[in-house]
């Protein structure tokens, strides 16, 4: 299986940038496509789909989220952080199989 | 809009099976794949398996071999899955989940979960 590490947690002050970052254990991407994806998750809900395919933006999301990386090594950036985007954030690759990360909880300093 | 509903909560014995389902709404229900995600807060989330909701074929996540059955009902567009041999490691909350793509792929839209309990 490709195992996706991601960081515990992050701490940001409202309004800056927050960069989360996934790791695979093998490259995600098949030639021009970049297999990994993000969600968003709150307590009690289910995840919510930001980016897809690494760079685009899921409908009805806000501009302020967005995604980059190939091969092994991916980031979601928010910015600037909103006190409604304190949450878990996952990755999910679909290159081989399915596996998502084990999740980046962003707290606020 | 796709929506997706699932069933309430499940109280289950060791060593029996359970049934919960996902109702489909907003979209043609056989022209898109049902994913399957099991979380729970050791494990955190995993892919259980999808199912073609038009043909009924199946794909499973070698770990839930034998744990997991798929399956569909196309006059009510509904999705099911079958848990089968429960133990308290089967605790846990599952979704199901729209996969707007090719497969295996991303999900779009989540039903809101349904949480298992295996407890004697």
């Known amino acids: 299986d490709i195992v996706l590490t991601q960081s515990p947690a992050l701490a940001v002050s409202l309004g800056q940038r927050a960069t989360i970052s996934c790791r695979a254990s093998?490259?995600?991407?098949?030639?021009?496509?970049?297999?990994m994806h993000w969600y968003q998750q709150k307590p009690g809900q289910q995840p919510k789909l930001l980016i897809y395919?690494?760079?685009n933006l899921a409908s009805g999301i806000p501009a302020r989220f967005s995604g980059s990386g190939s091969g092994t090594d991916f980031t979601l950036t928010i910015n600037p952080v909103q006190a409604d985007d304190i949450a878990t954030y996952y990755c999910q690759q679909s290159r081989e199989s399915l596996t998502f990360g084990s999740g980046t909880k962003l707290e606020i300093k | 809009q796709v929506q997706l509903q699932q069933s309430g909560a499940e109280l289950a014995k060791p060593g029996s099976s359970v049934k919960i389902s996902c109702k489909a709404s907003?979209?043609?229900?056989?022209?898109?794949?049902i994913s399957w995600i099991k979380q729970t807060t050791g494990q955190g989330l995993e892919y259980i398996g999808y199912?073609?909701?038009?043909?009924?074929?199946?794909n499973y996540n070698e770990k839930f071999k034998g744990k997991a059955t798929l399956t569909v009902d196309k006059s009510s567009s509904t999705a099911f899955m079958q848990l089968s041999s429960l133990t308290p490691d089967d605790s846990a909350v599952y979704y199901c989940a729209h996969l707007p793509g090719q497969v295996p792929g991303y999900f779009d839209y989540w039903g809101q979960g349904v949480m298992v309990t295996v407890s004697s």
């Open positions: 093998q490259s995600v991407s098949i030639s021009r496509y970049n297999l």
């Open positions: 395919r690494a760079s």
């Open positions: 907003g979209y043609t229900f056989t022209s898109y794949y």
């Open positions: 199912i073609n909701t038009g043909s009924g074929g199946t």
